[in-house]
């Protein structure tokens, strides 16, 4: 069964850090563009980091630039975000992706597997 369960929400401070996870099974995450979108009732959908398997290169959306950090793991094929210095804008669902590509596609369309989202929420 092909699963791509994430974990590590909650509630943290302003100025606080959450790790999330997403744990693959069933495939491999190797070869795979992977990416974090972040959901809000204002904005949609948005991807906030991304990791390019093609040139193994990261990228971030400006308002998480040098405050998160996408890595993985393949020993446990899994995929993390990093977030520190988190502020009451950062709330939101967070969901894991893989496009099996291997890009960084903004189109949702072309991701394959998707993580069950976890909430983020910021507050004091």
């Known amino acids: 069964q092909l699963q791509f369960v994430e974990s590590g929400g909650g509630l943290v401070q302003p100025g606080g850090s959450l790790r999330l996870s997403c744990v693959a099974s069933g495939f491999t995450l190797d070869g795979f563009g992977l990416a974090w979108f972040r959901q809000t009732p204002g904005k949609g959908r948005e991807k906030v980091s991304c990791f390019d398997a093609g040139d193994r290169s990261t990228h971030y959306a400006e308002d998480v630039k040098g405050r998160f950090t996408i890595s993985r793991d393949m020993a446990k094929n899994t995929v993390y975000l990093q977030m520190d210095n988190l502020s009451a804008e950062d709330t939101g669902v967070y969901s894991c992706?893989?496009?099996?590509?291997?890009?960084?596609?903004?189109?949702?369309?072309?991701?394959?597997?998707w993580g069950q989202g976890t909430q983020v929420t910021v507050s004091s």
């Open positions: 992706a893989a496009e099996s590509v291997g890009g960084c596609s903004d189109e949702l369309y072309e991701y394959d597997y």
